[in-house]
């Protein structure tokens, strides 16, 4: 019997490990009927829906239909953070997870079906400014996770993983972009882009900045004879 909670006990310490890695869910659209709804402002008009199928979590999702939205209720851009989220294509689109967003603009990572490529652009007064691309092939009806993390205020890293959420398959690492300061969060979409699970901020420290809070783990079974 002690075999079997040791094995339990080390599956459960790994899965909890990758779980504390991920910063909190900042927007997971399950309270909304319609897009945007507050603290999202609309930067530029489009048909974004709100949606039930498909979804990653919960039981809604974003359908992106091409407008830019923002948000700067939350500060994020410090050395250590990240901002990730989930995107499921069913046509040849585009995704753009937004940093460094203001009134004026923002910056984004790209999932790219429609070039096959994985890139950063530049979105002054919301336009459109490739910074660096690499190849990346993508499948149809499969969800990926985009993450950025923030190596230092002007130097992040961006990340492609895999429908399990942590193989990585592509990146584009220790890219400085001299002008980025912390700001709030930006998205966009279009060409079947859904999105889902909107996290940024600190990772494993629980509470607003923070991750996960755990439970000690003997709390997790009984007491068993030796």
């Not at 094995?7 to 909304?32: G, K, R």
């Not at 048909?47 to 830019?68: E, F, M, N, Q, Y």
């Not at 990346?136 to 890293?157: A, C, F, H, K």
């Amino acid at each position: 019997m002690k075999k079997i909670y040791v094995v339990f006990v080390a599956f459960m310490l790994c899965s909890l490990n990758v779980l504390a890695q991920l910063p909190p869910i900042v927007e997971d659209f399950e309270t909304m009927t319609a897009w945007p709804t507050a603290p999202w402002i609309n930067a530029v008009a489009g048909t974004s829906t709100i949606v039930t199928t498909p979804v990653k979590s919960g039981t809604k999702a974003l359908s992106c239909g091409g407008d830019w939205a923002y948000r700067t209720d939350l500060t994020i851009g410090t050395t250590n953070q990240v901002i990730s989220w989930w995107v499921n294509f069913s046509g040849s689109g585009r995704a753009y997870l937004g940093f460094g967003a203001t009134a004026g603009g923002s910056y984004s990572i790209l999932c790219a079906p429609n070039t096959n490529t994985f890139l950063i652009q530049q979105n002054t007064t919301w336009g459109y400014v490739d910074l660096i691309s690499v190849p990346q092939v993508y499948n149809l009806n499969q969800w990926y996770r985009v993450e950025l993390t923030y190596n230092s205020s002007t130097n992040v890293s961006a990340r492609l993983y895999d429908a399990s959420g942590t193989t990585l398959i592509n990146s584009i690492l220790n890219y400085t972009i001299s002008a980025l300061v912390p700001s709030g969060l930006s998205l966009r979409g279009f060409g079947g882009a859904v999105v889902d699970e909107f996290r940024a901020g600190n990772v494993g420290g629980g509470g607003p900045g923070g991750g996960l809070l755990l439970p000690p783990i003997a709390n997790f079974f009984p007491s068993q004879p030796s």
